[in-house]
């Protein structure tokens, strides 16, 4: 549609908004409905060690079973759930399940191996998030150890408040992840004073590693930053085998992708932490030296 004169731009724009606020009013009246009957539910993606092709953790990923739009990935309605605030119930819900979940798998007999779910700027700012955490850890049973919580960059932008947040959770056991590392607000202050056990290399550094030899010299960069300063490091969004061979080379720790595995739904996830004990699940390459 061309836009003949202001006025016309003018309208366009002002049923635009009215349309998103309509949807947005809509789609967290159906989040509420869907909370309470249990339309939400979780994947799992697994995470390898790239030295030994092993399954060492997972990522607890939501998705929505809608009842005609079927299953709904997380993009579509988390941000609504963050800006109308129905993330804090959502994401208890999350921690809950995630640890519930895998608490059952290890009393199952499967590899013992943490689980990390992403929490919401919302869910870092509520007060009591290390009560809520504690006390869904033991009314789980789930060691702390066995939970990984991710938060992004931005979230640590006021490093009083986020390192008085991170030092309670870490001092009740459980380990923070930096999600999508280079996206956000960076600052090596942070790095340095604040509790975190590991960084996720965001995909979009990933995905070019072999086209765009600036990529190439950032994913570098931020492997030998983290092991610099005795953090793990993992790679996001890796789908090719030549992506395994760099980061492999580059001694990255551990990696998190298709080429590994999509998310799975828990079955698929349960057959293959299952499968595990018998066979490597990534292909194991010699290790090549960086350079
Ligand atoms: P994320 O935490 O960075 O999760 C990784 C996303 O990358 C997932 O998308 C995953 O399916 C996708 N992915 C994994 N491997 C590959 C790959 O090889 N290639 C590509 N192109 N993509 C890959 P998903 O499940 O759609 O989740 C999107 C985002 O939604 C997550 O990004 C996270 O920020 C958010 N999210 C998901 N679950 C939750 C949750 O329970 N709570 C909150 N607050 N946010 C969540
Ligand atoms: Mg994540
Ligand atoms: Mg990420
Ligand atoms: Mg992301």
Same mark, same amino acid.
């Given at each position: 549609?061309?836009?003949?004169?202001?006025?016309?731009?003018? +309208?366009?724009? !002002?049923?635009?908004?009215?349309?998103? #606020?309509?949807?947005?009013?809509?789609?967290?009246?159906?989040?509420?409905?869907?909370?309470?009957?249990?339309?939400?539910?979780?994947?799992?993606?697994?995470?390898?060690?790239? #030295?030994?092709?092993?399954?060492?953790?997972?990522? #607890?990923?939501?998705?929505?079973? @809608?009842?005609?739009? *079927?299953?709904?990935?997380?993009?579509?309605?988390?941000?609504?759930?963050?800006? !109308?605030?129905?993330?804090?119930?959502?994401?208890?819900?999350?921690?809950?399940?995630?640890?519930?979940?895998?608490?059952?798998?290890?009393?199952?007999?499967?590899?013992?191996?943490? &689980?990390?779910?992403?929490?919401?700027?919302?869910?870092?700012?509520?007060?009591?998030?290390?009560?809520?955490?504690?006390?869904?850890?033991?009314?789980?049973?789930?060691?702390?150890?066995?939970?990984?919580?991710?938060?992004?960059?931005?979230?640590?932008?006021?490093?009083?408040?986020?390192?008085?947040?991170?030092?309670?959770?870490?001092?009740?056991?459980?380990?923070?992840?930096?999600?999508?590392?280079?996206?956000? %607000? !960076?600052?090596?202050?942070?790095?340095?004073?604040?509790?975190? #056990?590991?960084?996720?290399?965001?995909?979009?550094? &990933?995905?070019?590693? @072999?086209?765009?030899?600036?990529?190439? $010299?950032?994913? $570098?960069?931020?492997?030998? +930053?983290?092991?610099?300063?005795?953090?793990?490091?993992?790679?996001? *969004?890796?789908?090719?085998?030549?992506?395994?061979?760099?980061?492999?080379?580059?001694?990255?720790?551990?990696?998190? *992708?298709?080429?590994?595995?999509?998310?799975?739904?828990?079955?698929?996830?349960?057959?293959?932490?299952?499968?595990?004990?018998?066979?490597?699940?990534?292909?194991? %390459?010699?290790?090549?030296?960086?350079?």
């Amino acid at each position: 549609r061309v836009k003949e004169n202001g006025k016309d731009d003018y +309208m366009l724009h !002002s049923g635009d908004m009215d349309h998103v #606020a309509l949807h947005k009013l809509t789609i967290q009246h159906e989040m509420r409905k869907a909370l309470h009957n249990k339309e939400f539910l979780l994947y799992y993606q697994p995470q390898y060690d790239l #030295a030994s092709g092993q399954i060492v953790g997972m990522e #607890a990923l939501i998705r929505w079973n @809608h009842p005609e739009k *079927g299953l709904v990935p997380p993009g579509e309605f988390i941000p609504a759930a963050e800006e !109308s605030g129905i993330i804090v119930p959502l994401g208890e819900w999350v921690l809950e399940e995630a640890c519930r979940q895998n608490k059952e798998w290890q009393e199952e007999g499967m590899a013992r191996i943490p &689980v990390s779910v992403n929490l919401s700027m919302r869910q870092f700012s509520e007060r009591n998030l290390t009560g809520k955490v504690a006390d869904i850890l033991n009314q789980t049973g789930l060691e702390p150890r066995y939970l990984e919580l991710e938060i992004t960059e931005s979230m640590t932008m006021d490093v009083e408040r986020a390192s008085q947040c991170l030092k309670e959770l870490t001092d009740i056991g459980v380990n923070i992840s930096i999600d999508d590392f280079g996206t956000g %607000y !960076s600052s090596f202050h942070y790095l340095k004073n604040l509790p975190i #056990a590991r960084l996720k290399i965001d995909r979009s550094f &990933v995905r070019d590693i @072999h086209q765009d030899p600036n990529d190439a $010299a950032i994913v $570098a960069a931020i492997i030998a +930053m983290a092991h610099n300063l005795q953090l793990q490091v993992i790679a996001e *969004g890796v789908e090719t085998e030549d992506q395994v061979h760099f980061l492999r080379s580059h001694r990255c720790d551990e990696m998190q *992708g298709y080429f590994g595995s999509p998310p799975l739904d828990s079955e698929k996830t349960q057959r293959l932490l299952r499968e595990k004990h018998n066979r490597t699940a990534l292909p194991v %390459y010699p290790i090549r030296a960086a350079g």
